[in-house]
Antibody, heavy 126, light 108 residues
Framework: QLQLQESGPGLVKPSETLSLTCTVS??????????WGWIRQPPGKGLEWIGS???????YYNPSLKSRVTISVDTSKNQFSLKLSSVTAADTAVYYC??????????????????WGQGTLVTVSS | SSELTQDPAVSVALGQTVRITCQGD??????ASWFQQKAGQAPVLVIY???SRPSWIPDRFSGTTSGNTASLTIAGAQAEDEADYYC???????????FGGGTKLTVL
């Protein structure tokens, strides 16, 4: 059974950089056909996709966050990481990591996040 | 604002059928996936692709798409189905992932 676990500081000061790591167990992060993504959810609000990475290092970022986001992968540790710079109180949220598969053929196009971590609350406050 | 639009809240009587909808231009090209999220828990995938369910999801959950609207149908809603439901697809460029704003389902 694939499992994902987020880790990192639960409190970050304004203007600093938020750093989180997702450790994947029960499967390889180098599996083809899967991306690995970060999603966040501010308290009482909806889900927001932050970005995704392939094991080769190819990345896709939410345009609204792109200038502040870096996602990287460490295949030797079966981990991928998120860095979000210049944080403000608006970045306070539960951050989830998840596995994504995208299918793009001439007949069908779809994608889905099938396995999720439990989420970790990150609060931005001085 | 999200490129996928959902009704904020829907209610259904216990045992009845309910449809939750998601609208967006990108749905003409990309199927939506659907997630169930209960309070304090991570989202759980319930429907993906044209109408596929993970093995852990009961068959009372189904999905359809017509034009720019994707629908999640729960046939015979149960008390445990009370949750927030989110749709997910690509944006109009096809390059980025987007979520709908979510629908709170109440089972009466």
């Amino acid at each position: 059974q694939l499992q994902l676990q987020e880790s990192g500081p639960g409190l970050v000061k304004p203007s600093e950089t938020l750093s989180l790591t997702c450790t994947v167990s029960g499967g390889s992060i180098s599996s083809s056909n899967y991306y690995w993504g970060w999603i966040r959810q501010p308290p009482g609000k909806g889900l927001e996709w932050i970005g995704s990475i392939y094991y080769s290092g190819s990345t896709y970022y939410n345009p609204s966050l792109k200038s502040r986001v870096t996602i990287s992968v460490d295949t030797s540790k079966n981990q991928f990481s998120l860095k979000l710079s210049s944080v403000t109180a608006a970045d306070t949220a539960v951050y989830y990591c998840a596995r994504r598969r995208d299918v793009d053929t001439a007949m069908v196009r779809f994608g889905f996040f099938d396995y999720w971590g439990q989420g970790t609350l990150v609060t931005v406050s001085s | 604002s999200s490129e996928l639009t959902q009704d904020p809240a829907v209610s259904v009587a216990l045992g009845q059928t309910v449809r939750i909808t998601c609208q967006g231009d990108s749905l003409r090209s990309y199927y939506a996936s659907w997630f169930q999220q209960k309070a304090g828990q991570a989202p759980v995938l319930v429907i993906y692709g044209q109408n596929s369910r993970p093995s852990w999801i009961p068959d009372r959950f189904s999905g359809t798409t017509s034009g720019n609207t994707a629908s999640l149908t729960i046939a015979g809603a149960q008390a445990e189905d009370e949750a927030d439901y989110y749709c997910n697809s690509r944006d109009s460029s096809g390059n980025h992932v987007v979520f709908g704003g979510g629908t709170k389902l109440t089972v009466l």
